[in-house]
């Protein structure tokens, strides 16, 4: 039987740990935030900015590096799940090569 490592934290529980965690004044950098603290979007949430389909953003951002992809293997009498998150640098990153695409076939 597999063991289970994942922590379940409450909203409560979260805010108390990263109160704890985090620097008690904002640290000013040249570097870009952690992968972790910028927003991450759905595919549904990417479509309806750009004016696509989920299922395009999907194929788009499959094979993008950066982009988080969380499954949950198919099961005995349960399908399997894919759970997909993109960091806005990576849109931000497909969205200037789909940019210079364009221009280039005028």
């Known amino acids: 039987m597999a063991t289970d490592t994942t922590i379940r934290l409450n909203k409560h529980e979260w805010d108390k740990l990263m109160s704890r965690t985090?620097?008690?004044?904002?640290?000013?950098?040249?570097?870009?935030?952690?992968?972790?603290?910028?927003?991450?979007y759905t595919?549904?949430?990417?479509?309806?900015?750009?004016?696509l389909s989920a299922n395009t953003i999907r194929r788009m951002f499959e094979n993008e590096t950066g982009v988080l992809l969380i499954t949950r293997p198919?099961?005995?009498h349960k399908r399997g799940y894919k759970t997909m998150r993109i960091p806005k640098t990576v849109a931000d990153r497909v969205r200037s090569k789909c940019r210079v695409k364009g221009m280039e076939e005028k």
């Open 22 to 40: 985090a620097p008690s004044a904002p640290v000013r950098s040249r570097k870009p935030a952690p992968v972790g603290l910028e927003p991450h």
């Open 43 to 51: 595919p549904e949430e990417l479509g309806a900015a750009w004016h």
């Open 74 to 76: 198919e099961k005995m």
